[in-house]
């Protein structure tokens, strides 16, 4: 979720494109979004749930995360609109149960918005531990009542369980590397803060790597957020369930910031507007359409203006479907 700083502390990127987007699953029945609902599935500090609700002020949104500290901000933050805001703490791959608690599942949601990776909230509070420019606990925890931390990670995982894990969710081409000097420097004191990690990279990765593609912590960070987080395990999950969600002429808008969580997002979008109809058959069958249309050419970048304000929208990538139909 790259943001930047303002109000409330964060402004979410690409804002305008995901409210031209969106608008016209909200607005089928009223102007102002009356009986319409939007679930915002990574609530953050609220942004992106703020503008929706200001502009359709008819509009329901029921908010999604699993951080505590996010849905106070985000509550605080909404707290005006009333009884038009339902916030929950869950993943978003908990999306189903949600809807189905509330009585908006399946098929009766109108919008839906995912805004992956860490927010810059998280990486701004240092004590987190998702940053590697500061000191810091080994934590990378996106909901702090959760068990695993980066530092259990680092000072319990095999060799080549920690190899695999840099290399597959960080894409890391020195794993094997970098999991081999773990090993051996925890078997002298285990690891309990980021710097103590950070230091180990810059030893680890060669010096003429270390001088391109960025910070030479940015992969291992990213990786032991995932492993720590289920993120990619749980983005899986919860894309299918939000496209069973949204009812015919609803729209789902999803913004990725790494090609792992990118490539999930393409790879099921491709599924949901294929055409079910048998590739033998040399006409389409009825009732064998894609069930979903695509509302983007492949992945939305952030223009320069943007990135200029904000860097961290730099890498993010946006797609957006619609389901086929006629709303009833």
Known sequence: MAQRSGDHGHVPVLLDRCVELLTPALTRQNTDGTGAVLVDAT????????????EFPGL??????????????????LEGFGERVMLVRTRYDGIESVLTETGYWADKVDGILFDLGVSSMQLDRTERGFSYSADAPLDMRMDPDAELTAAEVLNTYEEKALSR???????????????????????????????????????????????????????????LRIVVNGELDSLR???????????????????????????IVKNQFAAATASRTPQDLPIELPGHGPEFVALTRGAERAGPEEIELNPRSASVRLRALEKVGVYR
């Open 237 to 263: 999950d919860a894309i299918p369930a939000a496209l069973g969600a949204l009812a015919p002429g609803g729209r789902i808008v999803v913004m990725a910031y790494q090609s792992l969580e990118d490539r």
């Open 165 to 223: 894990a840099l290399r597959e969710f960080g894409e890391e081409r020195f794993a094997s590397r970098i999991a081999k000097q773990i090993v051996r420097r925890r078997a002298q004191r285990p690891f309990s803060t980021t710097s103590e990690l950070v230091e180990l990279l810059y030893e680890a990765i060669p010096a003429p790597a270390r001088r391109t593609g960025g910070h030479p912590a940015k992969r291992t960070f990213q990786a």
């Open 60 to 77: 329901r949104v029921i908010g999604l995360d699993r951080d505590p500290n996010a849905l106070w901000i985000a509550g605080e933050r």
């Open 43 to 54: 609530l953050g500090a609220g942004g992106h749930s703020e503008r929706f609700l200001a």
